[in-house]
């Protein structure tokens, strides 16, 4: 579109970096009219010159700054401070230019996402969160053998606001936990790469420890929901949180040769084969079961020296998952053809039951081949 391109010039004229302070200034309330010919030091000339160089001081129609209250945050006072944050941001952050530029920039940028994240207001917690992720995303395309200044600075602060959102935005709307979740999720992917420089004081085992900690969380936030069933927008919010959360940060764990997962595989198996006996041949419940199967493979990877104590429950579970998928496949086809109207419907249901089956067969033959005797006895009794 227009405006982020728009954006993008304004920043090639006056610098990501000084673009970001402005922005830091007026979403914490402490830019004035006058303060912008001060702050704003153009690079170069252009066309959008003479729109920054008109308010200044000695502008006669500049208004007086409002005060802005002791009780409340700027932003909670003028909505628009955040939107506006948050558009431009997001738009220039994804800019490329040198590592000093961003590293300021970054500077700038953290402490409005981490303010918004501390906020009470779940959508203003979602918003810090894409914040954030432009900010790790940028940081991600620079060279990682320089650390920006943000890592050990908000490092802590970081991981412990995503702890208190998460906990805060179970019951949200789908969206919100989503969007917190997959910024927790590219932050400890962003500190795992990190933590293999040596100028970093963050080791690889204290990355591992925070992704079981994130993804124990998760799990936690979408226990509840899964035990009730694939209603009130359930299945949304868990198949969100799963696949922007839980199954990357599993996935991260799986790799690790230590068994990184062994400590949550109770609260995962608990969350997962709940999300397993849901019935139901709609593609939203699907969307969380394949989302489940996918995470339960991982979680039988990283924990695999237990599983075997597992193996009977998970193999149950899946041919029971299987024998309704198969039947609920069946009835599909013979109704297909019935109403013009809902064939559509119909097709996206039989694609993602059938795309069910196959998630389930691929994880009862990795559950054969990682949990042994208990996972046999189980078939052996089915057969």
């Not at 007026?26 to 702050?39: K, N, Q, T, V, Y």
């Not at 945050?73 to 558009?87: E, L, N, T, V």
């Not at 109770?266 to 394949?290: D, F, K, P, T, Y």
């Amino acid at each position: 579109s227009s405006l982020p391109l728009i954006l993008h010039k304004i920043s090639e004229n006056i610098g990501v970096d000084i673009l970001a302070s402005v922005v830091r200034a007026h979403f914490f309330g402490r830019l004035s009219h006058s303060d912008i010919g001060a702050i704003v030091q153009p690079q170069a000339s252009g066309i959008l010159m003479p729109m920054v160089q008109r308010i200044g001081p000695n502008n006669p129609e500049r208004l007086a700054p409002k005060a802005v209250s002791s009780d409340e945050k700027p932003h909670i006072d003028i909505p628009m401070r955040m939107s506006a944050a948050a558009i431009i941001l997001c738009a220039v952050l994804a800019k490329p230019c040198d590592f000093d530029t961003w590293d300021k920039a970054f500077s700038d940028t953290i402490p409005i996402a981490l303010s918004l994240l501390d906020d009470v207001k779940p959508i203003h917690q979602a918003i810090g969160a894409l914040i954030f992720i432009s900010v790790i995303e940028a940081a991600s395309s620079s060279k990682l053998e320089t650390i920006p200044s943000f890592v050990e600075k908000f490092s802590s602060m970081v991981t412990s606001l995503f702890e208190s959102s998460i906990q805060m935005c179970g019951r949200e709307e789908p969206t919100v936990i989503t969007i917190i979740c997959m910024a927790q999720s590219k932050w400890i992917r962003y500190l795992e790469m990190l933590s293999h420089n040596p100028d970093i004081a963050i080791t690889p085992a204290q990355v591992h420890a925070m992704a079981r900690k994130a993804a124990a969380d998760m799990f936690i936030a979408i226990g509840k929901q899964a035990q009730i069933g694939s209603r009130d927008g359930n299945y949304e919010r868990v198949a969100g949180t799963l696949v922007a959360g839980i199954n990357p940060l599993l996935g991260h764990l799986a790799n690790v040769p230590e068994a990184a997962s062994v400590e949550i595989a109770r609260v995962g198996l608990s969350a997962i084969l709940n999300l397993l006996g849901w019935r139901g041949m709609s593609l939203e419940v699907r969307a969380a079961q394949v989302s489940a199967l996918a995470g339960l493979v991982s979680l039988m990877n990283g924990a695999y020296p237990i599983m075997p104590h597992h193996g009977k429950k998970i193999m149950i579970e899946l041919f029971l998952l299987l024998d309704r998928a198969a039947k609920d496949s069946d009835f599909l086809s013979c109704g297909s053809g019935t109403i013009d109207a809902m064939k559509d419907k119909h097709h996206d249901d039989k694609v993602s039951t059938d795309a069910t089956k196959i998630g389930a067969l691929y994880a009862a033959a990795a559950s054969l081949a990682i949990c042994g005797e208990g996972a046999e006895a189980a078939l052996s009794h089915i057969e």
